[in-house]
């Protein structure tokens, strides 16, 4: 990657974070991360309590990057072709037609997928990994490029599917926004008394751009001995002691192409540790299924993966 296509890099995407950023209000290193999952061509699912800005995150991403975006709002009476579409006969034609659903665009906000049933979450498994559906015996590519952003809420069960490990694994990472600080707050209240900064954020990407991004952080630099040291963080959540079942190969993949993107987006052309170390958490924790035993001494995902980036020598 030359010095010129690394610059533009960490430009256009600063202007990004920063045009986002007027909306999310103190979340750069949020935002920054679900970037990361786009540059990498992988989905992000967003996990946290009500009310702390999660689809008004992605509708934002979506406006910066000049993606066509749509919203499906999961319910438990959503069906599989009520996202990906459905055929329809034409009296006119005497012919049925397919009717496209709302899985057909670049940025897709999946709101409250733990809603939906099983049936209808797993309509998304094809897209999200093949990018294409198939109905009725046709398969039918989706627009390039495509991004899925889930949300689900932590603190309400009632009328909810746990999302199965299956889809979880389609998820690049797993990330929370936060309760924003007092001064952050405070600035939140001020920016929305006339109207929501949404209305203004600017497109600072064309698709063409974002094509071209993501195919200029494959080029980052991986050294042999971080690609060791990420199979070796990877197989060490397979053997510890709370871990049911760790992380498969495709976390070795999504941490492997994170970290190129991660470094991107931080303005170098070579993966250093510390990129590794800050996506391994979004990255593998949500792909470890514990023993029970991990719940009653209260240790969760997170903990286990930041025993084992502790425990596993970093390379020289």
Request: hydrophobic share 40%; with cysteine.
């Amino acid at each position: 990657m030359s010095a010129t296509d690394l610059k533009e890099i960490e430009g256009k995407i600063n202007q990004v974070l920063d045009e986002v950023e007027t909306v999310i209000i103190g979340k750069r290193n949020t935002i920054k991360l679900v970037l990361t999952a786009i540059m990498s061509n992988g989905h992000a699912l967003i996990d946290d309590v009500p009310g702390v800005g999660k689809t008004t995150l992605a509708k934002s991403l979506a406006k910066s990057l000049g993606c066509t975006f749509k919203r499906i709002q999961f319910t438990p009476d959503l069906l599989p072709a009520d996202i990906t579409g459905t055929s329809i006969f034409n009296q006119k034609t005497s012919e049925f037609e397919f009717r496209r659903g709302p899985i057909f665009a670049q940025f897709v906000l999946a709101d409250e997928i733990n809603r939906a049933t099983p049936k209808t979450q797993s309509s998304l498994l094809e897209c999200m990994e093949e990018r294409q559906i198939t109905a009725d015996g046709t398969t039918y590519p989706l627009p390039a490029p495509f991004f899925v952003i889930a949300t689900e809420n932590t603190v309400e069960y009632h009328g909810t599917y746990p999302l199965p490990e299956a889809q979880l694994d389609r998820f690049m990472m797993r990330l929370s926004v936060g309760y924003p600080e007092f001064a952050q707050e405070t600035q939140i209240l001020d920016s929305q008394t006339i109207e929501h900064p949404l209305v203004n954020v600017r497109t600072i990407l064309s698709l063409e751009e974002i094509t071209r991004l993501q195919r200029a952080v494959k080029e980052v630099h991986l050294d042999p001995s971080l690609r060791d040291y990420i199979v070796e963080v990877v197989a060490a959540t397979r053997k510890h002691p709370m871990v049911a079942l760790g992380a498969s190969p495709r976390g070795s993949l999504n941490l492997s192409h994170g970290s190129r993107s991660y470094a991107a987006l931080s303005g170098r052309d070579y993966v250093v540790p510390d990129d590794v170390k800050a996506l391994a958490v979004p990255v593998l924790a949500h792909r470890l299924i514990l023993k029970p035993e991990a719940r009653i001494r209260s240790v969760s995902a997170a903990d286990v993966v930041g025993e084992v980036i502790s425990s596993v020598a970093v390379p020289c």
